[in-house]
């Protein structure tokens, strides 16, 4: 099974802040990785796929980036509506979820 | 856009069978080339990952639930289905059913909670 390791779990910001999780997997999966927003009570958002495409719809403040075991979300200037928690999710073999890193108001 | 909704008892006793369907609802769930599947959340937890179904029904589950994990699919009322048995506390969960967009969730429907307790 691959696992995935998100840091941090939390992380304070504030709005205009530059933030960035990172995700690691436990053995290479090939840039097959998402990223999601999740509010409380609400389902899922999806936000990037394939570990750099940014879905439609999705703000051009995030971003993703990296390859091999190693990935990274980044939301380049923080909005209001951005605080949430932000889950990775491998789809190499089949599919995992990290643990997930809320992003909470400092 | 595709819309999904899940139904099925929001409570069910230890030991029983958990039953859940997701009806599909703007387009057919044999289009395309692409599985459906279930994800689901204890309460002030993660996402686990359960498993996904392929229109003409071969299916792969988590590997820690295989053994008692079942999804079908019925195409005739645009719907798809999950059964887990011999259910504990540990079950107890919100349940989504989602779109596997070739493995990445593109859309969700807006979960189900179900309490195991007798």
């Known amino acids: 099974d691959i696992q995935m390791t998100q840091s941090p779990n939390t992380l304070s910001a504030s709005v205009g802040d530059r933030v960035t999780i990172t995700c690691r997997a436990s053995q290479n999966i090939n840039t097959w990785l998402a990223w999601y927003q999740q509010k409380p009570g609400k389902a899922p958002k999806l936000l990037i796929y394939?570990?750099?495409s940014l879905e439609s719809g999705v703000p051009s403040r995030f971003s993703g980036s990296g390859s091999g075991t190693e990935y990274t979300l980044t939301i380049s200037s923080l909005q209001p509506d951005d605080f949430a928690t932000y889950y990775c999710q491998q789809y190499n073999s089949f599919r995992t979820f990290g643990q997930g890193t809320k992003v909470e108001m400092k | 856009q595709l819309q999904l909704q899940e139904s099925g008892p929001g409570l069910v006793e230890p030991s029983e069978t958990l039953s859940l369907t997701c009806s599909v609802s703007?387009?057919?769930?044999?289009?395309?080339?692409?599985?459906w599947g279930w994800i689901r959340q204890p309460p002030g937890k993660g996402l686990e990952w359960i498993g996904s179904?392929?229109?003409?029904?071969?299916?792969y589950y988590d590997p820690s639930l295989k053994g008692r994990v079942t999804m079908s699919i019925d195409t005739s009322k645009n719907q798809f289905s999950l059964k887990l048995t011999s259910v504990t506390a540990a079950d107890t969960a919100v349940y989504f059913c989602a779109y596997d967009s070739s493995g990445y969730y593109r859309y969700w429907g807006q979960g189900t909670p179900v309490t195991v307790s007798s």
């Open positions: 394939k570990a750099s």
């Open positions: 179904i392929y229109y003409r029904g071969s299916t």
């Open positions: 703007g387009g057919s769930i044999t289009s395309g080339s692409y599985y």
